[in-house]
């Protein structure tokens, strides 16, 4: 398998060099309130997100009745109500996806959206979505994946709740149709503890399969997201809300606007530690290099025709001027062109 090394979502690029992408997931954190939902793009632009993702699907399509909500759901919501009447309560017309992604232009921010089922698919197709992303649910969903995958559309999938061998086999399912993909890694409870992060997983993915690396963070706070960057990350996602207080599935696992900024902030602060991979002197170590780094000058008197040896030499700061020490060895040995007395540059063609 081989994938892209650089994938264009919108007007942004995602590559090992390029500057990480970051989503502000929005989920259904607006609880079906449009008016919240555009709240919260005007969040995710402040806080300088590169796009503000929902989620569709269509209950019926997505779950039997009567399926128990999960752990966390019971926890953070109604826990009489199944998980179909909590989804069919939040599902999101096409004609508002249409409404959000117009606003989303306006604020000047991509519009991404998680389909959960063909048919929400289809709509966000029609709409011209700039990628797809998968949730860690449809993974192991091979017909989900490849109706995914040919749309043609950048894909963002999540690996969370799956063994190395069912990532494989999803991105052998997605690949024969499509190369941009970006693999992130993801712990799907909300939220999740520290030790479940598992950071080291992105450089699993990057050694396995050779692909764009992230992760989707469901820690809590501002949490794992700017070391998952440390880590190789070139994508964050994280669930946020206006407020923890309100009522719903994923809000308890959510930063607020202040958390979404901050984190946003850091992320940016660790590209910037991280710089490039080139090790070279930067512009300022060059004028200090020139003064502390060490050149070779005679350590005794030393005469024309005689070798230079472990006695006569010695390393010293000249200001920058003559033979880096780093060439010792190959100045030993070599014979004196002109007398020099203790303390003189060495200098030899």
């Known amino acids: 398998m081989k994938f892209s090394s650089r994938i264009t979502i919108g007007t942004k690029e995602v590559s090992e060099s390029g500057r990480v992408f970051v989503i502000a997931e929005a989920g259904v954190n607006h609880g079906g309130d449009m008016a919240l939902a555009k709240e919260m793009i005007d969040v995710a632009t402040e806080a300088g997100a590169d796009a503000v993702k929902f989620q569709n699907f269509k209950a019926q399509g997505l779950i039997l009745q009567g399926v128990d909500k999960a752990p966390y759901q019971k926890k953070t919501s109604a826990a009489n109500e ?121 450089r699993t993915f990057q050694k396995e399969f050779n692909i764009l690396t992230g992760y989707s963070d469901h820690s809590v706070g501002i949490g794992a997201a700017p070391y998952a960057v440390a880590a190789g990350a070139r994508l964050i996602e994280k669930h946020f809300t206006l407020s923890r207080k309100l009522e719903g599935p994923d809000q308890k696992a959510s930063v607020e606007p202040d958390e979404l900024k901050e984190m946003i902030t850091r992320i940016r602060k660790v590209e910037e530690y991280l710089g490039n991979s080139i090790k070279t002197p930067t512009l ?61 540059i060495i200098e030899v063609e």
């Open 82 to 202: 199944t998980q179909y009447d909590m989804l069919k309560r939040l599902e999101v017309k096409k004609s508002q996806n249409i409404m959000l992604q117009e606003y989303c232009a306006q604020k000047g921010i991509l519009f991404l959206s998680t389909p959960f089922e063909e048919e929400s698919l289809n709509e966000l197709s029609d709409m011209d979505i700039p990628a797809i992303k998968i949730a860690a649910t449809d993974l192991t969903n091979i017909q989900f994946l490849r109706q995914v995958a040919k749309k043609g559309k950048p894909i963002i999938l999540s690996a969370g709740m799956c063994y190395l061998e069912e990532v494989s086999k999803a991105l052998e399912a997605i690949s024969e149709f499509n190369k941009d993909i970006i693999l992130l890694q993801c712990t799907a409870n909300y939220p999740i503890r520290d030790f479940e992060v598992n950071l080291r997983v992105i």
């Open 284 to 344: 300022s170590e060059q004028f200090t290099r020139r003064s502390l780094q060490k050149c070779l000058v005679a350590k005794t008197r030393i005469k024309c025709g005689e070798r230079f040896t472990e006695d006569n030499l010695t390393a010293k700061r000249t200001n920058g001027v003559g033979i880096s020490a780093v060439y010792y060895d190959d100045v030993v040995g070599r014979q004196a062109d002109r007398d020099y007395e203790a303390d003189t």
